[in-house]
């Protein structure tokens, strides 16, 4: 049962990387050799937010062509239960559980709620990405 | 017996040739259609709907719902305050990020009908307000006149806490019967400068916004303004063609030198173009998840001084020299190196440069030369450059590694830097240096006196791109030496023979796993052929890494990269190495 971690991933990398009781600048070189930029807080939260906003670009294409293509008809759309990264609250129905585990339908749908999730999820980092930056780092564009 | 059984027949057909009282006849009521719900600001949403025919009865209509995950139905808390046909939810009643299922009934005495089900995520459906206080007001630089435009957004969306980012797009055209409406897309901005107008003319101008994932606003109430009427015979801009207009201003002294405008996000750009020379203006920089540069009046290596058409137009014999000197000091062992190797490697960028590139030609006279590019913004020129057109060219603008003596096969894998990934994610910011790696500072300083020697001067230094922008640079491989070589992220265009380009459409690395040295191990499913030259490699494996201390490569070209801690990801999961690498220490 694949995990799509993508997202989770790349906001764990973020976090990593950015410690939000700092305020100065987070130096990216350790030694101190000439030509060292040192990046500001916002330049990077700038980068990231790029990245998550191409992570949910992609997932967007993703998840609209296999809806596209794959997906004969759209009845089971509404009745499945999202068990996605982000969700904190577990679902009780899953319509996995009405398709016979291992068929090709329920392949199917594990992958098209695979997509469903990692498009969802992507779309929440983004826009918490984007909330704490303007928490952290205010300005013009916040 | 014959006349009972028709007797019987004729009282079961009597009530269908007896006509009703008002002549019509009732049916259950038509289903409802058409479900269309919008937010306006990711907060609250309202849904509408379109009634079916009422079957000559009285029908009233309900909503219900469902959210994911649960089997409650509900039914829609207000049907009144978004008007006839609809229902409003508000702010307590709105989830975001969770799949509503929506049902409208019409129901009248003879029963009921069930419109087709709805799915929703309030996030998908944003469409906001137009945005407000749209102020037009006539400027002048030097002389020439331009319109300043500038906007609110709209009351309701809360673009302040980051909950919504809007893109903003304007529109602009003469008050006369034939003209067209002229687009531009202004980004996250929320100012805009409109040039070359027509003296005396009246312009219309309107706004819209729209999330980065959503629907365009209306637009907003149109703005009108008047461009006082040119006096001075010299520098007047008379009622011709726009772009008539565009070469006088290109002859003049604009763009303006002097910046008295530190506010402005205005960047003023000079591609050279094959035929025609075309004045961009990049107004914006902004793209679907680009944010907005950040103009630094500190930062002296503004984008905006190095494309002063004073530093571009420069002549040829002397920028060599003034080339030479900026190097000379440069203090770093980058040398005298230039004079030798340069001739093999203006005959290697000539060998990788495509007829339309925006490569310094070293033929041409006057190279009015960016080798980069911005974000896809489209600048006000009457036929403005097609970004795909900009984008192939600097994808073909290839330099060639230092390292490699000339006449070496070098020309078989030169180095060519991606100035732009394909998915237009380049933001130009001004003060944003590059985030430096050892690998890049090495890229960097090579481009540095890869530029200036091809060039033969015409462009400077100073104007090197990786200095202030967002790049995703993919590398090849390494070479013997560990070097790192780099090809761009070519999409669809077709391949010199002299350089050999892996193509992708990719430039995600799949984690093949971690060995036991904490090593992760990236693999790549290379789509397209590619010239395997490491090791003879027949294999169609692929990896790419940033290259700090890495051993050499195997036959099969899996190259292994030192994770600094033990955080590993997914089996499955991808990794951006451009994000991975420029992260690390």
Known sequence: HRRCSCSVALLQTTVLYINPTRLDAAPLCTNAEAGCHVLSLANLFDRVIQHSARMHGISNDLHSEFELYFLPSKNQVGRVSRNCHTNSVSSLMSPEAFLAPGSAEWRLMKDYELLYCFRRDSNKVQNYLKILKCRIVPEDGC | MMTKVGEVLLLLLLPAFVPHTDGTRYSLPGKPTEIKCRSPEKETFTCWWKPGSDGGLPTTYALYYRKEGSDVVHECPDYHTAGKNSCFFNKNDTVIWVSYNITVVATNALGKTYSDPVDIDVVYIVKPHPPEKLEVTVMKDQGWPFLRVSWEPPRKADTRSGWITLIYELRVKLEEEESEWENHVAGQQKMFNIFSLRSGGTYLIQVRCKPDHGFWSEWSSTSYVKVPECKTSKKCLFSGKSDEVFSALVVSDFPPTTSNYEDLLVEYLEVYVPE??????????????????????????????????????????????????????????????????????????????????????????????????????????????????????????????????????????????????????????????????????????????????????????????????????????????????????????????????????????????????????????????????????????????IAINTPKPTTCSHIALPVQEERVLAVSGYVDTATMFSLDT
């Open chain 2, 276 to 545: 025609q020379q075309e004045l961009m203006v990049d107004e914006g920089k902004d793209h679907d998840g680009c944010l907005k540069s950040i103009g630094s009046a500190s930062d002296s290596d503004s984008g905006r001084g190095s494309c002063d058409s004073d530093n571009l137009l420069m002549d040829k014999s002397g920028a060599a020299k003034e080339e030479q000197q900026q190097q000379n000091q440069e203090g770093d062992q980058i040398g005298t190196e230039t004079q030798g190797p340069k001739e093999a490697w203006e005959k290697e960028t000539m060998l990788c440069a495509n007829e339309d590139v925006v490569s310094p030609d070293a033929s041409s006279k006057k190279v009015k030369t960016w080798p980069s590019v911005f974000s896809p913004v489209t600048p006000y020129s009457p036929s403005p450059l097609d970004p795909h057109n900009s984008l192939e060219m600097h994808k073909q603008n290839c330099l060639s590694d230092t390292q490699f003596p000339p006449g070496s096969p070098s020309s078989d894998h030169c180095i060519k830097k991606a100035l732009q990934s394909s998915y237009w994610e380049v933001c130009f910011n001004n003060n944003q240096p590059y985030p430096q790696t050892d690998v890049h500072q090495q890229l960097q300083a090579h481009s540095d006196r890869n530029i200036s020697a091809i060039n033969d001067g015409n462009v400077p230094s100073n104007l090197l791109l990786p200095t202030r922008m967002t790049e995703y640079v993919e590398v090849q491989r390494l070479n013997e030496e560990n070097k790192v070589l780099l090809h761009p992220i070519p999409s669809g265009h077709s391949r010199e023979k002299a350089c050999s380009w892996v193509g992708h459409r990719d430039n995600y690395s799949k984690v093949k796993g971690v060995n036991s040295d904490n090593v992760l191990l990236l693999q790549r499913d290379v789509v397209e052929e590619e010239s395997m030259e490491m090791a003879g490699a027949a294999e169609s494996c692929y990896t790419s890494s």
